[in-house]
């Protein structure tokens, strides 16, 4: 089952201007992970907020983490045309002793050159 | 180090026939997972190992899949007999602490 609902599904923009996903999710989590994918290609890790963390930063990269509405963010800077890719959230929670990864539905986004 | 390594990359078959993917973890990587992604939608997870023994394979269609992690390492998945819905990347994954983990590039299955 997914976990982790991204909105939008589709964003549109030109380059240079901000991105911004949102993810919304269901249970308690680890963390929340960003992930990013090529067309055809892998996942490729962004980044990762720890469940007692609220915001971090990586290059071009801000993730922000609310607990209590159970949401995140993610917000790519002055985007290139090489940013264009689906983006997904994902949240790394233990059910049963066990840690699993479990993704939402992922955003596309196109920048536009 | 080496990452997660999959192969085929590529697979066509006919509907009805077997097919079978392989997953090479990352060394020392006790917990290997394996995702189906339908295209459009996200990564959903099949069946999760932890060394040779299945922690969660509430999701594997066992009709039809299976899956097997000899000496808790190498990784095979293996779908009999295949359906056209089984159309979809699967992508092998492991890790070795919480939050840790690495994707392999997938294997893309294509089925006719």
């Known amino acids: 089952s997914q976990q982790g609902e991204e909105d939008p599904q589709a964003l549109s923009i030109q380059e240079g201007e901000n991105a911004t996903m949102n993810c919304s999710y269901k249970?308690?989590?680890?963390?929340l992970q960003w992930y990013r994918q090529n067309s055809g290609r892998g996942l490729v890790h962004l980044i990762l907020?720890?469940?007692?963390?609220r915001e971090k930063h990586s290059g071009r990269l801000r993730v922000t983490l609310d607990t209590s509405k159970k949401s995140s963010s993610l917000l790519i800077t002055a985007s290139r045309a090489a940013d264009t890719a689906s983006y997904f959230c994902?949240?790394?929670?233990?059910?049963?002793?066990?840690?699993?990864?479990?993704f939402g539905k992922g955003t596309k986004l196109t920048v536009n050159p | 180090e080496a990452g997660v390594a999959q192969s085929p990359r590529y697979k066509i078959i006919e509907k009805r026939q077997s097919v079978a993917f392989w997953c090479n973890p990352i060394s020392g990587h006790a917990t290997l997972y394996w995702y189906q992604q339908i295209l459009g939608q996200g990564p959903k997870l099949l069946i999760q190992f932890q060394n040779n023994g299945v922690v969660d394979d509430s999701q594997l269609p066992k009709d039809r899949f299976s899956a097997e992690r000899l000496k808790g390492v190498d990784s095979t998945l293996k779908i009999q007999p295949a359906k056209l819905e089984d159309s979809a990347v699967y992508l092998c994954?492991?890790?070795?602490?919480?939050?840790?983990?690495?994707f392999g590039s997938g294997t893309r299955l294509t089925v006719v």
């Open positions: 249970t308690s989590i680890n963390n």
């Open positions: 994902a949240t790394d929670t233990t059910q049963g002793g066990s840690e699993k990864l479990v």
């Open positions: 907020i720890r469940s007692n963390e």
């Open positions: 994954a492991s890790s070795f602490r919480v939050g840790g983990y690495t």
